[in-house]
């Protein structure tokens, strides 16, 4: 079984400030990873994933990732953040000694950019 | 383009009154899920399909119940829906065979009167 840990539930970020959102997993097997951004009324659009080969992934609009596998951990950052990134973000999870795809997320981190 | 696509965007139903969600891809995957997501929290998976075969999660009510007639459409019905049970449903997919992203539709939120 796995479990993901995503330790701030918000985070408050000036425009074109940088931000780091925080995820922490625990498993006892290998898993892939995922970040899913959720804007309000809508469904989970997929940011980045991480499978295998190098652990820094670029994703869609400017974030990236870095899987980190001694703290276990998959932190998400963006250089500089716009308005239009306010959202919830989800981590996610998923077995790699499975067949399906079935996800296990955190419990998600709603970033709120000011102006 | 290729989608997920659920209707309708809001439905309104009667405490006790069944109530049919229907969701629909072109992406061709083998595997639909279905979940249930309430306010501020995570989705919660209630149960999906790798082509035919159906898969409960231990803890989904047995008030809720699933169809896939085909590869392209999955139906979840609820069968006495309570207020308990008003939240946002999202249908996603997936190829399968691991390692493999969800795609996502825009979801159906359901109110209990």
């Known amino acids: 079984a796995q479990s993901v840990t995503q330790l701030d539930s918000q985070v408050p970020v000036f425009e074109e400030a940088p931000v780091e959102l925080r995820c922490n997993y625990s498993?006892?097997?290998?898993?892939?990873l995922f970040w899913y951004v959720q804007y309000p009324n809508q469904g989970l659009q997929l940011l980045l994933k991480?499978?295998?080969?190098?652990?820094l992934v670029k994703g869609i609009n400017g974030f990236e990732a870095e899987f980190n596998k001694s703290q276990t951990s998959f932190h998400l950052r963006k250089p500089s953040v716009h308005i239009s990134d306010t959202a919830e973000y989800f981590c996610?999870?998923?077995?790699?000694?499975?067949?399906?795809?079935?996800?296990?997320f955190g419990t998600g981190t709603r970033l709120a950019v000011r102006p | 383009d290729a989608m997920v696509i659920q209707n309708p965007r809001y439905q309104v139903t009667q405490f006790g009154k069944p109530v049919t969600l229907s969701c629909s891809q072109t992406?061709?995957?083998?595997?639909m899920y279905w979940y249930q997501q309430k306010s501020s929290q995570a989705p919660k998976l209630l149960f999906h399909?790798?082509?035919?075969?159906?898969?409960n999660e231990a803890d989904t009510p047995d008030n809720f119940q699933s169809r896939r007639p085909n590869t392209s459409f999955c139906f979840l019905d609820i069968r006495s829906p309570g207020l308990g049970d008003a939240a946002m449903y999202l249908c996603?997919?997936?190829?399968?065979?691991?390692?493999?992203?969800?795609?996502f539709g825009d979801g159906t939120r359901l109110s209990i009167l």
């Open positions: 992406l061709n995957h083998n595997v």
């Open positions: 996610a999870v998923s077995d790699v000694e499975s067949s399906g795809d079935k996800l296990t």
């Open positions: 399909y790798y082509d035919k075969d159906f898969n």
């Open positions: 498993s006892s097997v290998s898993v892939y």
């Open positions: 996603a997919t997936s190829r399968g065979g691991g390692g493999q992203p969800q795609h």
């Open positions: 991480y499978l295998s080969g190098s652990t």
